[in-house]
């Protein structure tokens, strides 16, 4: 095929092709800012709202704490009442628990005599307990008793042994000097 069309107009025929390329991709690129600016537009749209509607959750939670903190501030002062008084109870020391712990400690052939508690007892202070025995085996095993005991901080020692007849059965009296600890009741 003889092409008979003159240079400047196959020029121009090339150009036009061109600027129609140019302008179908220009129209691309306007229409592609334009979706984005529409989708960023909306965005922002939607986030204001919701930024919007959860300021105002927060400002009815705000009120509703308001009503709300002198009650807890009451919790607070009761909850620390109460840790007061715990601390309290856990330094009350129950004379009967002690006697009861005492009393299974006693081997078969003793019995206790004089015994005196009170809070200096459970201070560190050394306490005397008298007791009576059938013989002085029945001595031994109630020292050992004692000194293996939680009950009393060791050395458990005889202070003094004697005869007696003050209880029927139980002529061995001795004098025992321990330590009470208060962990071990």
Partial sequence: MINLLATERKDEIKAARVNVILVRYTT????AFLF???ALFVSHAVL???????????ESNDIKADVYS??????NGLSAKLNDTKAILNQEIRYSQVLVNLGQLMPPGTVLGDLTLNTESFSGKSTEIKAYAK???EVALLQAAFQNSPLFIPPVTIKDTGTSQ???GYPVTLTI?????RAGI
């Fill in 135 to 137: 013989s002085t085996d």
């Fill in 36 to 38: 984005i600016g529409g």
């Fill in 70 to 75: 002198a009650t807890q501030q009451q919790i």
């Fill in 166 to 168: 003050e209880i029927d």
């Fill in 177 to 181: 000097s321990v330590i009470l600890n």
């Fill in 48 to 58: 204001t709202d919701t930024m919007a509607y959860n300021e105002s959750i927060i």
């Fill in 28 to 31: 691309i690129v306007v229409m």
